[in-house]
């Protein structure tokens, strides 16, 4: 009994050929560098595996085979090469492997692994027990391999360091050719000519069967000048030999076709399970394989209707809190433009969410261009640093981090939202990683895919737990804040607007202890929570806020007169606090007469009027923060100063993403006055906002002053005072308000909103920024 010995026995390839040795009865080790499910099935099977490599893993095999990413240096095989002992690599194994059977090998750039998985389910489904190796686990097969006693060895031909030329099929099949792994063909005319020597191997009197509309086979039937195969054609062109027509998506989220056979007239209905339009072409080919070694049609299309798909290959990975996981191993600009295309059909009214780990640094820069145009399908796009596989970071410092400059460079409108987070899982880094950013705006309807042939994929299962968590985290608060926390809870009367939609919870904290137990529990669940106080400068979403919104009402006030200072509770009005302290005759707060914000929003975007702001008055800021190290966090109080805080116009350090701080209370440095004065000075600044600023329900101003100018004058300049969208006016007596005049909607006033700043940039070139504060997903 032969023992074979694999190194690198994990691998896609490897692992297969070793599960058909098993099968056969041969004795299998094998040695690798990670455990994995793949290895755990092989030891189920009999194979003995050993994570790591060593030297003695040799001792008693007869044969060893290499992975292609095994290193000339691997103690194995320098082991090996010192005992003369043969070390092969897959290409040159793989003859051996299917020398007593019919092999039918599925060559292509892409969908290879879908159409291999299609035909041996088909094949094994109407009893012809075949052998196969696939390039993924098939999940009607459960596996991706299999030593079966019929006559036909499906293989997937890889052509990556060229494996198909091990190949000798008698049934040859070309899905596609398009130019990739630039690591080992430098050009498409070296790949062209790898594809040309495959074909050269089919056996006399074979069959090559080929996706006749795709352009790569075009240019290699022309230099295929073999007498003694027979070619044949597929694809969507009716002068084809088979081909396909009546496309149309199914109930099943599939593809629904017509299957022609033009050498028999015979033709077919068929309804496939799985999604995108390229699964149309690959179950043609399959049912022309079919047609060619005379299998009933009726049979292969039956069989090929329970097909479910491959793992990694468009899988739905599961669906939590209304949010769709799905894995596809998508990493060649048009196998992700084709994931994306088939999400889109399926999911047309859903946010799309893409994560990007893009494969190898030689296919990133060599594709680059064709990357930038491989999105457009999704809505939010997460590029992750490039996975070098067998590859080194390059010396010029070239990174993922230039495609997305060169992304948002992009003028092209709709192109999604995209962002560079090169951590996958550091949660150390807060919501700069890519799991605790997408727990954090993942919202119920929401699709994502992550794209990878890396690892990226492993960030599913655990944002399917975070969320199993959230969920219990939400029963978790209303069991602990009993009636206290309200459930889909409308928010347009606690804003000055007047408008949005509702809250998933709301709480309304009275006190600042309650205030502390509510954020620290929402803290210690991850709970995604917002907090308002007065609804002033702030517009909810007609689709409301997802999580917790926390009504911040803690509102104690306590004027120390010998020092004349006040210490205030974030959620006390700053129009009530002006009047209290000049009741007492202290001067500071005369320009809040009339603001309806509150202490802890003021000190937050550094509120102020008439040449004042909160910057000038505050002495310290009492601060709820969370510090997140790792898995774990610290919450705990903390006092900032106006220089810590690092106060700028209408900003400050705490409105940075990624600041976990809630503003609990500030002290504040009054000035003694004559209570006469003060007064009067207040009636003055009420006055003038009375008559420049306009009655009725709106969310103050909009827009920041850019420097040196006014947003109001920019926008009235710009002929847009006295606009209207819907219910919702630029008010004319000040073109910086927005003025609900009954019935506005959320979505008309960003309507206005981007009217507005594309109106004033085009006649000014001022960018103008948003004072108010968007809630909910925009």
Known sequence: MKHIHFIGIGGTGLSAIAMVLLERGFIVSGSDQYPSDRLQRLQEKGAKVIIGHDEKNIIGVDLIVRSSAVPDDNPEVQAALREGMPVLKRVNYLSQLIADQRPIAVAGTHGKTTTTAMLAWVLSSLGFDPSYVIGGDSKNLRKNAHAGNGDYFVIEADEYDRMFHGLNPFLAVITNIEHDHPDCY????????????????ILPNGILLVCGEDQGVQDLLGAVTREDIRKYTYGKNSEFDFYVSDMEINQNSGFSFQFHDNLSSREKSVDLMIPGEQNVLNACAVLAITALLDISLQDAAKALQQYTGTQRRFEIAGVMNGITFIDDYAHHPTEIRATLAAARSIYDNHRIWAVWQPHTYSRTRMFFDQFLASFSDADFLLITDIYAARESVPEDGFSSKDLVEALK????????????IPDISDLSKGFQSVIALLIK?????????VLSAGDANNIIPDLISSFQRKQTSFDGLIEKFGRDVKKDFPLAAYTSARMGGNADYFYQAESMESLIEIVSFAWMHRIPFVIIGAGSNILINDKGVRGLVIHNRANHIQLDEESATVWAESGVNLGVLARKVSEKGFSGFEWAAGIPGTVGGAVVGNAGAHGSDIASMLIVAEILHLDIKGFDFIIDRKKFSGKELEFSYRSSILKKPDNYSIILAAQFQLVVSEKILIQEKMRTFRQYRQETQPPGASMGSMFKNPPNGFAGQLIEQSGLKGARIGDVQISPIHANFMVNL???KPSDVYALIQKVQKTVFEESGVQLELEIELLGEW
Do not use: C
Not at 186 to 201: G, N
Not at 411 to 419: S, W
Not at 441 to 449: A, G, R
């Open 186 to 201: 430098e050009t498409k005319e070296e790949l062209l000519e790898a594809f040309w020597i495959f074909v050269d191997q």
């Open 409 to 420: 460079a992009q003028d092209d409108i709709g192109y999604p939202d995209t962002r560079y």
């Open 441 to 449: 705006e993942l919202k119920p309807n929401d699709v994502l895919l």
């Open 742 to 744: 009954g019935e506005a």
